[in-house]
């Protein structure tokens, strides 16, 4: 199993970023998938998720609403994280996540995101 961020970088305020999460190893499309976000000090938290479902439903965490988007392409294996409109408090390290059930829970290495000028 295996996620790979990738994406991320040193971007000013208001910029934007795209972050994409390639999968292998497991049933791509049958996981729930998200994003979570880590800053220095600070615990990990959830910024965006979709489901597996054919309509992939959408969750954002409030401060990401009307900036972030989350996609997934089931053909490439591959979730996305639009962001837009990116303030300094969004740096933090962006982690991707596949779940399943209970007990299918993966993890990537993460990508920083720095936003400054």
């Known amino acids: 199993v295996q996620l790979v961020e990738s994406g991320g970088g040193l971007v000013q305020p208001g910029g934007s970023l795209r972050l994409s999460c390639v999968a292998s190893g497991f049933t791509f499309s049958a996981y729930y998938m998200s994003w979570y976000r880590q800053a220095p000090g600070k615990e990990r938290e959830l910024v965006a998720a979709i489901s597996s479902t054919a309509a992939g439903s959408t969750h954002y965490a409030d401060s990401m609403k009307g900036r972030f ?18 303030k300094p408090e969004d740096t933090a390290v962006y982690y991707c996540n596949a779940r399943y059930g209970t007990r299918n829970n993966y993890w990537g290495q993460g990508t920083q995101v720095t936003v400054s000028s």
């Open 69 to 86: 988007t989350i996609s997934r392409d089931n053909a490439k294996n591959t979730v996305y994280l639009q962001m837009n409109s990116l």
